[in-house]
């Protein structure tokens, strides 16, 4: 009698994991590749305890869905051709605009802004580009912020534009920020609060004077040859909503000082 039990217990233990897998839109263990440029806190160095909040939501997808990830960096605009020609699977940091191409789930994973950061002490209020002759500005040297009056201002190097370089260019422009040496900053508001979480840092240590560029939504994005790529956006799409029901999501970004994109996401919606 008891091992009829425990043979009725162990075949309807092998159902219920078929018939999670026969629901999931993954059906065999495979391993994704992602491909991301190094931004953090969306996506750091791969193998470090701390990723990037991308890598991780993306991470935590794939293995409740019985998969694993294999994170690559390198130059964005590499890894999207890859992924768009099949030799890569998915891309962080993606944008509509500019990759119509891809597949992406129904929500960005956070808002790009060409935002000015002045200490809380600043008068300045950002109207043109013209004011920014008359301040010290930071930036971090090549990186691209509004394709447009920003990035052309940038390129021609004025002495009042104090560059940074390499991985800790964002710590660089912070400590100048801090210290005096610039007046401005320019970022975007979710690079920034990571920056300053990695600093110990309050989020009051700086205040937004000025808005160059309205918010862009950044995506995890796939390419469409795949079919396991175009379950992946499936799989988020069911994730999203339950991961931000149960707290995971919360989780995930309170590690990188970040807050969760659904109020932009909604309101930028509502005014389309």
């Not at 796939?222 to 909503?241: D, F, H, L, Y």
Request: net charge positive; glycine share 6%; proline share 5%.
């Amino acid at each position: 009698m008891f091992n009829s039990k425990k043979k009725f217990s162990d075949l309807m233990a092998k159902c219920s994991i078929l018939f999670s897998l026969c629901n999931s839109p993954f059906i065999y263990a495979e391993t994704v590749s992602v491909w991301g440029e190094y931004h953090p806190p969306l996506n750091g160095m791969p193998g470090d305890s701390n990723p990037g909040f991308m890598i991780e939501i993306a991470s935590s997808i794939l293995k409740k869905n019985g998969h694993t990830i294999n994170y690559i960096l390198g130059p964005r605009a590499r890894g999207v051709q890859m992924v768009r020609s099949g030799e890569i699977d998915c891309v962080v940091n993606a944008k509509i605009k500019d990759h119509s191409f891809l597949a992406f789930p129904d929500e960005p994973w956070g808002y790009h802004a060409a935002t000015l950061f002045a200490l809380p002490t600043s008068k300045f209020q950002y109207q043109d580009i013209a004011q920014l002759k008359e301040t010290k500005l930071g930036a971090i040297a090549d990186m691209r912020y509004d394709n447009g009056q920003l990035d052309d201002y940038l390129k021609r190097k004025n002495q009042n534009i104090s560059f940074s370089y390499g991985s800790k260019a964002m710590y660089s422009q912070v400590k100048k920020l801090v210290s005096g040496r610039t007046d401005l900053l320019v970022s975007c508001p979710l690079l920034m609060r990571g920056q300053l979480e990695s600093m110990n840092f309050p989020v009051e240590t700086v205040k937004i004077v000025g808005e160059v560029k309205p918010f862009v939504g950044m995506y995890f994005a796939c390419g469409n040859k795949k079919k396991i790529t175009r379950n992946m956006i499936e799989a988020i799409n069911v994730a999203i909503p339950v991961m931000r029901k149960n707290g995971e999501l919360k989780s995930i970004l309170d590690k990188y000082g970040q807050i969760d994109w659904v109020d932009i996401h909604n309101s930028l919606t509502l005014n389309q």
